[in-house]
C-alpha cells in the first residue's frame, strides 16, 4: 500500500498583488522520506511552491495539507505546532551572526521558549545537549563557541541545518541553499541533508539550480515554468534532455 502523501496541493494558485501569477493549477503530492528536488528558471514558482508549504505565502486558492492537515487556515498555536514540523533552510542562512554557534543552533528550540528565557539564552541543559549532537551531524561540534560571522560560507549553511535539526523536523525545506557556496562547500552542504534524509527519514524538498546536482541527489525531479508544474519524473526515469528543456525561455 501506498503510504499516505506528506504534503498535498491540491488545485493551488498564487496570484500576487501586483498580478504575477506565482502558481498555477498545481496538484502535486511528496511521500514520507522521498528526496524532492525543484528545478527551473529564477521566477519560475519554485520559492512560492515550497513557502506555501509552511504558510510563508498563502495559496490564492485551493488547498495545501501537511501530515493530513489543511494548512492554509492555521493561525496562532496551531500554526507554530505545524512549523515545529518543518524546518527551513534559506539561500542566506539566516543566522545571527554576532552570536555563537550554539546559540544559533539552540534558537531552533525558540517557538518552545517564552521570548526572554531565548534572549537571556536559558536554554534547558538537555537542549544544549541536542544542540552539540545536531552540531556534530554536520561535523562542526569543534565551532560550537565561535562567532557565528567567524565562520565561512558553507559552515554558516551547516550550522542553519543544525539548527533544523533542534526542531525534530519532519520536513526539511531548503529554499536555494548552496546558491553563494563554492563547489567543495556545495558537496558538503547537499551530503549532509542526503545524510538526513536517508538516516532520520526527513523528507527533503529543494529548490535547485544546477541539473549534475539535482541529477546526484534526488530521489524524483520536478520542473516549473511559469508557475506551472511541468514534469514530474522519478530519478531512474529523468532524462538531461527533458530537464534542459525546462530551461528554455517562455
Do not use: C
Amino acid at each position: 500500500m501506498d503510504a499516505k502523501p506528506i504534503i498535498e496541493f491540491k488545485d493551488v494558485n498564487k496570484i500576487y498583488d501586483n498580478g504575477t501569477v506565482g502558481l498555477k493549477d498545481i496538484n502535486l503530492t511528496v511521500k514520507p522520506g522521498e528526496f524532492l528536488v525543484v528545478v527551473g528558471l529564477s521566477g519560475a514558482g519554485k520559492s512560492t511552491l515550497m513557502r506555501t508549504i509552511n504558510k510563508m505565502h498563502n495559496p490564492s486558492s485551493g488547498k495545501v495539507l501537511v501530515d493530513g492537515v489543511e494548512v492554509t487556515n492555521l493561525k496562532g498555536r496551531s500554526l507554530r505546532e505545524l512549523r515545529r514540523k518543518i524546518g527551513m533552510i534559506f539561500q542566506n542562512f539566516n543566522l545571527v551572526k554576532r552570536t555563537s554557534v550554539e546559540h544559533n543552533v539552540l534558537s531552533g528550540k525558540i517557538s518552545y521558549y517564552p521570548t526572554w528565557k531565548s534572549i537571556l539564552n536559558l536554554y534547558s541543559k538537555a537542549d544544549k545537549q541536542q544542540a552539540a549532537v545536531a552540531l556534530d551531524r554536520v561535523n562542526l561540534l569543534e565551532k560550537i563557541y565561535m562567532r557565528a560571522d567567524e565562520l565561512s560560507g558553507g559552515q554558516q549553511q551547516r550550522v542553519a541545518i543544525a539548527r533544523t535539526l533542534m526542531q525534530d523536523p519532519k520536513i526539511i525545506l531548503a529554499d536555494e541553499p548552496i546558491a553563494s557556496l563554492d563547489p567543495l562547500t556545495t558537496q558538503a552542504v547537499m551530503n549532509d541533508l542526503k545524510r538526513l534524509n536517508e538516516e532520520d527519514g526527513i523528507t527533503v524538498v529543494v529548490n535547485l539550480h544546477s541539473v549534475p546536482l539535482a541529477l546526484q541527489y534526488a530521489d524524483r525531479i520536478i520542473g516549473m515554468r511559469g508557475g506551472q508544474l511541468v514534469y514530474d519524473q522519478p530519478i531512474d526515469q529523468v532524462t538531461e534532455d527533458a530537464l534542459s528543456a525546462i530551461y528554455q525561455p517562455i
